[in-house]
């Protein structure tokens, strides 16, 4: 299980596009460090807890120790690419927030020259 959580963990990195220097840095760990985690087949909790928490990704939800049987790689994907939206549709009404905002400063600026 340990494999398909650390193979999880570097695809988020790469659509997140985040470099092992980079991550390294968001959880205060050397790079080296990350790699040897990336090679190896198990992971601490502490360091998944960190990179969970650094990638904003619950990397917890893929293992189950109550299973006796194996996430699918389908659903890892399945989770994972629905964070993705998700997380792009927040930026997206995010920025759809920020110009309201604007546009309603606009108006009451406008309404305030025309009395």
């Known amino acids: 299980m340990s494999k398909e959580i650390i193979e999880a963990i570097k695809d988020v990195q790469f659509r997140k596009r985040i470099t092992v220097i980079k991550l390294a840095?968001?959880?205060?760990?050397?790079?080296?460090?990350?790699?040897?985690?990336?090679?190896?087949?198990?992971?601490s909790v502490n360091m998944l807890f960190q990179i969970s928490k650094a990638l904003g990704v619950n990397f917890f939800k893929l293992f189950n120790p109550l299973e006796e049987t194996k996430a699918s790689n389908s659903d890892s994907l399945n989770y994972k690419e629905e964070n993705l939206q998700l997380k792009s549709q927040i930026t997206a009404l995010e920025q759809e927030i920020k110009y309201l905002k604007e546009i309603n400063s606009l108006l009451s600026a406008k309404a305030n020259l025309t009395s």
């Open 25 to 43: 840095r968001m959880i205060g760990k050397s790079p080296s460090s990350i790699y040897k985690v990336f090679e190896s087949e198990s992971i």
